[in-house]
């Protein structure tokens, strides 16, 4: 083995301490999936008292990782341990109407225990409203390691940035993306395969908006793909499986997918068909 790997690996396992460690970041997020939802706790708070000292406990926890990473976030870390907390009730309460939605719109679901125990739209969900939180507060990495570990588990890959709306459904959910800069209305339902991405990967456009806006009430089938920032979806439109979607769709608007065999004589191809619900 030369010196020269071994003095790269030395200066990298030398710089390592400066960042959170992966498994320090899931043991945190368990921890607070736990102690909202007891579906996922380790042990059962029965009494307030241990509510309240499990809740100062995480918020110890949070205050001594944000101060020892301070190159993560550009304000105090106890600060915003302490307004991590105070905003958790909000996240608690955004997350219960998104299980309320999935119940609602899953007639396989015959409780609201096996939407919190079996969905994956439920965990990816939970997962991105918590980190979300700590990312509104300017926190950066921890966040996405949180979403990460969220789409390892999944499949649902949901940046941290992206601002959804109330009473978000996910249903079977696998291969689902939803990128930084996208915007979902509320009451919005998204199925499995959908991607809310870019037409730009370029990184001069890192700080624009790059992914489309989803007003309320729109429902996204499968396989479904909807690019671009200037990209919006109507308000209660439905977008059909596999349509590929560059451009803005009026409100109240059904696009679906229409094959058809390829004639040369005629040079017909496949097309998509957009029809007003109205």
């Known amino acids: 083995m030369s010196d020269s790997l071994v003095q790269k690996l030395s200066k990298a396992h030398k710089e390592c301490p400066e960042c959170p460690s992966p498994k320090v970041i899931q043991s945190f997020f368990e921890n607070i999936l736990g102690l909202l939802f007891p579906d996922f706790a380790h042990e059962l708070l029965?009494?307030?008292?241990?509510?309240?000292?499990?809740?100062?406990?995480?918020?110890h926890k949070l205050?001594?990782?944000?101060?020892?990473n301070k190159h993560l976030h550009n304000s105090e870390g106890g600060l915003i341990a302490?307004?991590?907390?105070?905003?958790?009730e909000h996240v608690y309460d955004l997350i219960q109407k998104d299980i309320q939605a999935m119940y609602a719109g899953?007639?396989?679901?015959?409780?609201?225990?096996?939407i919190i125990r079996c969905y994956p739209g439920f965990y990816a969900i939970a997962a991105y409203r918590i980190a979300h939180l700590l990312h509104s507060f300017g926190v950066?990495?921890?966040?996405?390691?949180?979403?990460?570990?969220?789409?390892?588990?999944?499949?649902?890959?949901?940046?941290?940035?992206?601002?959804?709306?109330?009473?978000?459904?996910?249903?079977?959910?696998?291969g689902i993306v939803i990128g930084e800069t996208t915007v979902i209305g509320n009451d919005v339902k998204i199925y499995q395969g959908v991607t809310l991405g870019a037409l730009s990967v370029e990184k001069e456009d890192a700080d624009k908006k790059r992914h489309p806006t989803i007003e309320e009430g729109v429902v996204i089938y499968a396989g479904a793909t909807i690019l671009g920032g200037n990209t919006v979806i109507g308000e209660r439109s439905i977008i059909g499986g596999n349509v590929w979607v560059t451009k803005s769709i009026p409100a109240f608007s059904k696009i679906y997918y229409q094959a058809r065999m390829y004639n040369p004589d005629s040079e017909q191809t496949d097309t998509y068909i957009i029809r007003s619900q109205g």
């Open 140 to 174: 950066n990495l921890i966040p996405r390691m949180i979403t990460e570990f969220a789409h390892s588990r999944t499949g649902i890959d949901i940046h941290p940035g992206a601002k959804i709306g109330q009473r978000f459904c996910i249903d079977h959910g696998t």
């Open 82 to 88: 302490d307004q991590f907390f105070e905003e958790l």
């Open 106 to 114: 899953d007639p396989a679901a015959k409780s609201i225990t096996e």
């Open 63 to 68: 205050s001594n990782l944000l101060i020892k």
């Open 46 to 59: 029965k009494e307030e008292a241990q509510v309240l000292a499990k809740i100062e406990e995480l918020r």
